[in-house]
């Protein structure tokens, strides 16, 4: 089931549900809890049973519906991290869970709104807790789960249908942030709206990781003043700036609070470079031994499918998902440029954004020299795209007239069109 | 073919660091590739927000989020931007580059913020935000595209419109965009150009100031593709 950002978050204060949850109320309210977990099991069997999906958000809304404060009393009295930002969160919070050990209650469907993460949490009744939020819910997921650690990777332009303002989300983010004093923030220092964000914030552990993407941050979210970047650092007329950073990966080994690690990732790209020091230094807040964790995390080649090797038609694959600018272009940047054959695969339903525009904000200029054959419903606006950027492309048609390489082939595909890749593949 | 001395066609994409949400700089892309196959010498200048505006053949403005759109407004009144297209250069213009260009709009808590006054037009808020595919009948000819705007568009007695809208909201639901002599503009954002390349290659016929051989390319697929399924 797709299910990524198909509606907003509910204007209601979280408030209100906790009132009726006390008092006289208690003895009901947990029945009522009780039967909404078993709910929430039986319609999610029943989803996978019938086919329709991987059942985690229809299941989680029938028991919202049945206990609507499901949520907060699920999370209740146990230790959850959560993640949010534009890109990395499905891989982060692999990382986070991975590397935690033991069992780890974690929504790694990417079911990321209140529906999934409640399935989660009825799913394992783990004291560790690590879910990946999506942007537009965290504010209602951080009052309803009281987290003990946030961590904040990037905000960029993504589905530009939906979510039309990227400050938009930086503000509400900051109210949230001010509000909650006792959650440790881990943010990103080099994106300057994520920044933003989290300045308010009591307690926040500044990294400074790879962020090439800083386009949608030009201009200053305190004067609107050009930002100016210099040798690695960034800073505003108006004295906003990048803060001093407790981890860094400063082109040489990561330092988490003091403690070097040695970096190791099976993960190719400095993206899952950032994405391991922001989960390394979340988990530093949980009381877990780093290098212990280190080891774990440096082992994972594979989250969700992501970068798994897959076989289809006797074709080797490797799936790369690569869904907007900023993540599409970090994934370019781990292509070889040793010529082989690309794939790429683009659509544009709903949980892709309908709108595809993104793609001339992506430098595919870079596949200069390979040859990129064209999938999915939009495959004639990213040929188009190509042939803009003097790409050599193939408009596939007739998917068996495929040439078969010894070679592994890169897929590249945005987010439905990734699905489709992943359930039509088999491992190797 | 351009004759041995044609000069170079400058394409100046403006503020693309601020007017450029939706990938609009697509747009000058394709405006270069479109003359360059045709023998004609293009160059894309990007202007940021530091530069002097230079002399150009076509300015393009993008979309942007209202703190951004704000400040390109700005830096625009304080150029010689709106001198040279008073003098006829001439500029291709979506989204919130359209509404700058004219003489009020809406930016975060200022209802009239000031334009640039360059076309009579004034933006209002929309009751909504306006997301979605946008079709318009331009010449004839159905120019596809994509909005996602919240601004209602009210042009003076002697504007033209680009064209009327079957599809989506435009302006007001019955028009999209404008055109003046010295100035085109739509709410269809982004690489607009890339998906109508007829309509493109009428963009780049203006600004050479001649008419230009027929090219074809794989975005004539892809337009053909777009009217099909937009006509469902």
Redesign the interface.
Known sequence: MLCKRTNHPPGWSFCVFWVVSVGSMQRETNFRDDVAKVAVRAVNILSRVASRGSGTVIGGRVGLRIAPDLLENLARGRDVVLVSGTNGKTTTTAMIATGWGGPVATNDTGSNMREGLVAALVASKSRSVALEVDEAWLSDVARATRPKVIALLNLSRDQLDRANEVRQIAERWRALLADLTDVMVVANANDPLVVYAAELAPKVSWCDVPTPWTTDAVSCPHCTKPLNFVGGSWSSECGFAKPQVLVTTDGGPLVVRGAQLDLDLQLPGAFNEANAAMALTALSFVDVDLQGALERVNALSSVAGRFSLRTWRGHQLRLLLAKNPAGFSSMLLTLKSDGADVWAAINARVADGRDPSWLYDVPFELLRGHRVYCFGDRRLDLATRLDYANVTYVVVTDESALPVSSDVVNVLANYTAFQEWRARTKPC | MASEDEAVLTIALIYP??L???????NA??LA?RARRRGFEAEVVNVG??DEVPDAAIYLLGGG????Q??GADLLRASSFAARVRDGNFVFAVCAGLQLLGTTFCVEGNDEYEGLGLVDASTARGET?S???LVVRVDGRALVG?E?HGGRTTLGADVEALGAVEVGKGNDGAIDGFRTPGVWATYA???VL??NPWFADKVLARALGRELEPLV???D??YD?RVTSLAR
């Open positions: 660091e601020l450029g949400t939706y990938g609009d700089g697509g892309l394709v590739e927000i530091d989020e209202d703190g951004p704000r400040l935000r997301v979605g595919e994509f996602n954002h982004g690489p890339a998906m390319t794989i975005a697929q892809l593709e």
